[in-house]
């Protein structure tokens, strides 16, 4: 079972850059492996994904243009760079996986299917 545990939170200015890391345990092989976001009050949301073997990723449309998924396969960590960052990206980002087969199923994939989750590390964005 993968264990997942994100670093790089912080606190920042808009306008301001982050780079969020989650380093996943195991095998790092066919998942799929998203950010998530979530700020009191309100319900957890996707920011970005992508699939472990390449091909298409996804975005929010809250943060095409300024976040960046990515990964390095050969340290089994995950990326969120996030640039240009605005008062309502202030949540706690998670990193989640979901072992699937293709990438078309990763695609297909939504929030609570889910099954690895990490622990979340907060970003904080002052105007």
């Known amino acids: 079972q993968v264990q997942l545990m994100e670093s790089g939170g912080g606190s920042v200015q808009a306008g301001g850059s982050l780079t969020l890391s989650c380093v996943a345990s195991g095998y790092y092989n066919k998942y799929c492996m998203g950010w998530f976001r979530q700020a009191p009050g309100n319900e957890r949301e996707a920011v970005a994904r992508i699939f472990t073997e390449g091909a298409s990723t996804y975005y929010a449309d809250s943060v095409k243009g300024r976040f960046t998924i990515s990964q390095d ?35 297909e994939v939504s929030l609570n299917d889910y099954l690895h989750w990490g622990r979340g590390t907060q970003v904080t964005v002052s105007s």
């Open 73 to 107: 396969v050969a340290k089994n960590t995950l990326y969120l760079q996030m640039n240009n960052l605005k008062p309502e990206d202030t949540a706690l980002y998670h990193c989640a996986a979901l072992s699937v087969h293709t990438s078309a199923v990763c695609s």
